[in-house]
């Protein structure tokens, strides 16, 4: 099998472990993003990967070929993977085309083949005129560029990203979202993608892969992650809503399960092994509307309102579980005050696995 | 609630700045404008000319750029080697291997001459049993030319050293890891990432080796003069000590020219110091060591066979020398004896004088100049004053210029009595005093303005929302946080000061000798045995006050003290 493969990765910085028994694989081709807190350990991760770290324990293949495991180290420049830094680490003493150059060249690759590749790659990023330049005379968004199509010109079968888009503002970042795209869908390399930016990683990645304290909590497809979180900390850190305590009445049966919540009867989505009694429901915005006259509902007092142009943004705090947070989208010519009672109903959930 | 009354109307911040500037404008500018203004205007246009046309002054120049030139090539081949594998490779013991490097720069090059006089003359203690010493009556080997090279390359290698391995150690580590990423192994990054990235500090470091050694006096005396081979500084040396001050406006000259081929060279570092691209953006995060692997073994053999070879053995042999009962007797344990040491303790008075001349000038120094950092640190780093910048840098000049420039343009001044006392400080303490503080007043700047770069604006911004004045922020915040840094910074003017010799031998009176003087003469004079004790006595204080300075390490800034990169 071609792509990478993690089996029981793990690095530790003195006792503390910052990355633990990470196992994933990545197939050629996928795009993967990570998210994760602060100090969860991403960049270590991925300096793991590209061999600027060696690894505790666990090995790493790429395309079949063993990289790491305790015994072996390949060193980072015979892995042959991309790689782009936050800070677009160009050289500052090399023109924009030999800073794209540079891998061919180390490659032995003659001067006309390397010129007419690298005229291709800074042309797909669009800085064709730019070859002659230093990387000091361009924009920020222009060096991320220069940066992508140094790992384009490799041609690798995996590049690693680590917040590309952070140092960037907002406005660059979407036309920077976009040349990323584009090198994944022209290189067919495998991507992987760390930000800070849920958006981002829900818009550009076939999977996501969510880290917790040196662990992967879950790796799923984005829709999975938002709608079928693994963990009460996946389900905190992705996506806005609410986490509330709720009783399952009935153990799982087809993916679903009755619940009793605040004592309204609903029936939500589960795992197929769920057990009844205590749990932990999840329930985002969309699940979440103002119940009808005679429906089954529960109380919740209005906390604080965001407008938003178009819709508000309610946060809600159930009456039977002051400590609780629930969140909501209405139309925008609602009008809720806060402190105001409502009375809710939910149209779906997911119970979030225990343990 | 009504706002705190603020005591006292008058802020003292202008008047500590305008003293401030006077001090630097007395201590720097004054005399090395009186010492240009001596070129240009003083009684004698004909007598410059005279100077320029003596053959003694351009075989003397020409001996300067070429020992200077060629020890430089010397320290780049040595430095260069040293930074790269203290930065940037995982070779283990690098803490003592940098020590043990940085000692040539610490050790007055009287007392590096001393020593590898005695490696290398015929009574050698080392090589003689090994049947390698020279026959006796054949000069040493070292004399002229070729070994002036030697000692001032191996003496100012710790500059390069220093320039490269600073440089090294601001690469972005990004930019070396994209390169191996890109597949470039450890020869292929050095060559086409890190030595590009660092040319500019490396070539500061060899222009600042270049500046030193057309300075450096011991080197010269004790290896040039026996064999009549002049440099400029001992030119100027033998004609001031030969005729005393009638001759000072022709040695004016001659400094002069000196000081020419040194601001060249001045002018060259700072040249390459601006040309160091500003665009990098480092993480900060320390470089990952380049793995040495099988080459492990024989890199560290090499390293620590250049210590032997360029610490070790002349120490060594200054050691055995210091222990010989007589000039060319063979050293062994029934012959070792002490007597060399008793007699510059105890019974040379000479020795005894100027130890306590030098700890005075050098504890004066080390004293006073910190205290002049401080609030200048302050201008200069937090203020962001244009004036006060300046001022800094004209202080750097006396300390960049070769200190024969300096005594020189000191005798101008203060020769005559001053204005007002009717006194004048020349063949007095003073005189040498007053050189010391303007020589090495940068040294104490440039360790306490690192630290004001270090330190939150914010501890002097709160104590002045408290309703502080300057001088009590000065005193009560800022002295404390920045104490040891100007700890540090006293004890290298400490260090530098107490083994001075290129100032004192022309500004020195009978009863004012200093250590480096003693050792000079005792040497020159051939008396090898004394002049072996009290070097071997200098060189135990540098190392201990070296590692007492090391203990205050952790708690400063990077790089605050030089060996200790
Ligand atoms: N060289 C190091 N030495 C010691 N600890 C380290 C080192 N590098 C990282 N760590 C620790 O390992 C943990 C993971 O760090 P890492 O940089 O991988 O986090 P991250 O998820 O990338 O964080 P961020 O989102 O802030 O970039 C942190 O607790 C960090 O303090
Ligand atoms: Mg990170």
Redesign the pocket.
């Known amino acids: 099998m071609a792509g990478l493969s993690l089996a029981g990765l793990g690095k530790r910085?003195g006792a503390?472990p910052?990355v633990e028994n990470a196992t994933f694989e990545l197939a050629t081709g996928e795009f993967l993003a990570v998210l994760?807190a602060?100090?969860?350990?991403?960049?270590?991760?991925l300096r793991l990967i590209a061999g600027f770290e060696r690894a505790d324990s666990g090995t790493i293949h790429l395309g079949g070929t063993l990289l790491s495991s305790p015994a072996h180290h390949i060193p980072a420049e015979r892995r042959g993977i991309g790689i782009v830094f936050q800070n677009y680490a160009l050289w500052p003493h090399m023109s924009v085309a030999r800073n794209v150059g540079y891998p061919l060249e180390v490659r032995g690759m003659g001067r006309s083949e390397r010129d007419r590749r690298v005229a291709a790659a800074l042309e797909s990023v669009g800085l064709a005129g730019f070859a002659e330049r230093r990387p000091a005379e361009l924009s920020g968004g222009q060096r991320q560029r220069v940066a992508l199509a140094r790992c384009l010109v490799m041609g690798t079968k995996l590049v690693l990203l680590d917040e590309p888009l952070a140092s960037l503002d907002l406005h660059l970042r979407a036309s920077l979202q976009d040349a990323i795209a584009d090198l994944h869908r022209k290189s067919g390399a495998a991507l992987l993608y760390i930000t800070?930016d849920q958006a981002e990683a829900m818009a550009l990645a076939d999977r996501v892969a969510v880290m917790d304290a040196g662990r992967i909590a879950q790796i799923a497809p984005p829709a999975v992650i938002y709608r079928e979180p693994a963990t009460e900390m996946v389900a905190r850190f992705v996506g806005r809503g609410g986490i509330v305590p709720v009783q399952v009445t009935r153990a799982g049966e087809k993916g679903r399960a009755p619940v009793d919540l605040f004592g309204c009867p609903a029936v939500v989505r589960c795992r197929a092994d769920q057990p009844a009694g205590a749990a932990l429901l999840c329930v985002r915005p969309e699940d979440l509307r103002l119940a009808a006259r005679g429906e089954p509902s529960f109380e919740a007092v209005v906390k604080r309102t965001h407008y938003q142009g178009g819709s508000v943004a309610v946060e809600l705090v159930p009456t039977a579980r002051p400590g609780a947070l629930l969140a909501m989208t209405l139309p925008g010519h609602s009008v809720l005050a806060a402190g105001q009672r409502v009375a809710l109903s939910i149209t779906d959930g997911w119970i979030v696995p225990a343990g | 609630m009504s706002p705190l009354p603020r005591r006292g109307g008058w802020d003292s911040e202008p008047a500590v700045f305008l003293a401030l500037l006077l001090v630097i404008a007395l201590l720097a500018v004054l005399p090395l404008g009186r010492l240009a203004l001596e070129g240009v205007a003083a009684p004698g246009r004909s007598l410059l000319t005279s100077v320029l046309a003596a053959r003694q002054t351009w075989v003397a120049a020409e001996h300067t750029v070429v020992t200077a030139l060629l020890g430089t090539l010397l320290s780049v081949a040595i430095g260069v080697p040293a930074a790269v594998l203290l930065a940037l490779s995982d070779l283990r013991g690098k803490a003592v291997l940098v020590f043990a490097f940085m000692l040539p720069l610490l050790i007055p090059p009287q007392i590096i001459a001393t020593a590898w006089i005695e490696l290398c003359g015929p009574a050698s203690p080392l090589l003689r049993p090994l049947g390698l010493a020279p026959r006796a009556g054949v000069p040493n080997p070292l004399y002229g030319a070729g070994g002036i090279s030697l000692l001032l390359g191996i003496e100012h290698a710790p500059l390069v050293f220093l320039a490269l391995n600073a440089g090294l150690r601001a690469l972005p580590r990004e930019l070396i890891e994209a390169a191996q990423a890109s597949g470039a192994g450890f020869w292929r990054c050095l060559r086409d990432i890190i030595l590009p990235m660092t040319g500019a500090p490396l070539a500061a470091g060899a222009s600042l080796a270049f500046v030193s050694a057309i300075g450096n006096f011991g080197t010269p005396a004790l290896l040039g003069i026996p064999g009549g081979y002049n440099v400029l500084t001992t030119l100027i040396y033998r004609k001031l000590a030969g005729f005393g001050p009638t001759v000072l406006s022709e040695v004016a000259d001659l400094s002069l020219l000196l000081a020419i081929i040194a601001l060249i060279g001045l002018f060259f570092q700072g040249w390459a110091m601006r040309r160091r691209d500003t665009s990098m953006t480092g993480a900060g995060a320390p470089l990952r060591a380049f793995p040495l692997g099988r080459w492990h073994r024989p890199i560290a053999a090499a390293c620590w066979g250049v210590v032997v070879l360029i610490v070790a053995l002349p120490l060594g042999s200054l050691l055995a020398t210091s222990l010989e009962p007589a000039y060319g007797v063979p050293l062994s344990l029934a012959t070792a004896t002490l007597d060399n040491y008793r007699y510059v303790l105890f019974a040379d008075a000479a020795a005894g004088r100027a130890a306590l001349n030098s700890l005075f000038l050098a504890g004066a120094a080390a004293l006073v100049l910190p205290l002049l950092a401080l609030p200048l640190g302050l201008f200069i780093a937090w203020r962001g004053s244009r004036i006060m910048r300046l001022a800094g840098q004209l202080a750097e000049l006396p300390y960049a210029l070769p200190g024969v420039v300096l005594a020189i343009a000191c005798i101008l001044v203060l020769i005559r009595p001053l204005p007002l006392l009717g006194l004048s400080l020349y063949n007095t303490i003073w005189i040498m005093l007053v050189a010391y503080l303007a020589r090495f007043l940068t040294l104490a700047l440039r360790t306490v303005t690192a630290g004001y770069h270090q330190l939150d604006r914010a501890m002097e911004e709160a104590a002045q929302m408290a309703g502080a004045g300057f001088v009590r922020r000065l005193r009560s915040i800022l002295a404390p946080l920045l104490a040891p840094v100007a700890t540090a910074g006293a004890i290298l003017v400490f260090l530098t000061a107490l083994n001075e010799l290129t100032l004192s031998i022309l500004l020195w009176s009978t009863g004012n000798e200093t250590l480096g003087i003693v050792v000079f003469s005792l040497e020159q004079g051939g008396d090898n045995l004394s002049a072996a004790a009290l070097a071997v006595l200098v060189v135990a204080a540098t190392v201990l006050l070296m590692l007492l300075a090391g203990r205050l390490a952790r708690r400063l800034p990077r790089g605050a003290l030089p060996w200790q990169v």
């Open positions: 910085y503390h910052a994760g602060s100090g969860c350990g991403k960049t270590t991760l800070h």
